[in-house]
């Protein structure tokens, strides 16, 4: 059993930057992989940046390419992402999602095994 914690969310103004943080408890923390979704109100979560079990490897959403950065720290037992240059459009909870191994589509919510409450981010313009 895996269970996730976010943290970190708040409002802020466009071209601001946050951190997002996810604690993971269990002791397979390693075994996962791990990525952020968010859902806006009245659309479906999608996926917005991973990272493999390894952490070797890193995947974004087009929307997020180059401002937003998923990293993980294994002896924490936490994923975060650094989220810059943030937009009006930006604004969604964030939840936190582990995969367990590799995954075939990082983007398919039913690919995650485990998902944290969210955290909600605003960005007002």
């Known amino acids: 059993q895996v269970q996730l914690v976010e943290s970190g969310g708040g409002l802020v103004q466009a071209g601001d930057s946050l951190r997002l943080s996810c604690a993971s408890s269990g002791r397979t923390f390693g075994s996962y992989a791990m990525s952020w979704f968010r859902q806006a109100p009245g659309k479906e979560r999608e996926f917005a940046a991973g990272?493999?079990?390894?952490?070797?490897?890193?995947y974004y959403a087009d929307s997020v390419k180059g401002r937003f950065t998923i990293s993980r720290d294994f002896a924490k037992n936490t994923v975060y992402l650094q989220m810059n240059s943030l937009k009006p459009e930006d604004t969604a909870v964030y939840y936190c999602?582990?995969?367990?191994?590799?995954?075939?589509?990082?983007?398919?919510?039913?690919?995650?095994?485990?998902w944290g409450q969210g955290t909600q981010v605003t960005v007002s313009s």
């Open positions: 999602a582990a995969g367990y191994g590799g995954l075939q589509d990082w983007s398919r919510v039913t690919d995650y095994d485990y």
């Open positions: 990272i493999t079990w390894t952490g070797g490897r890193t």
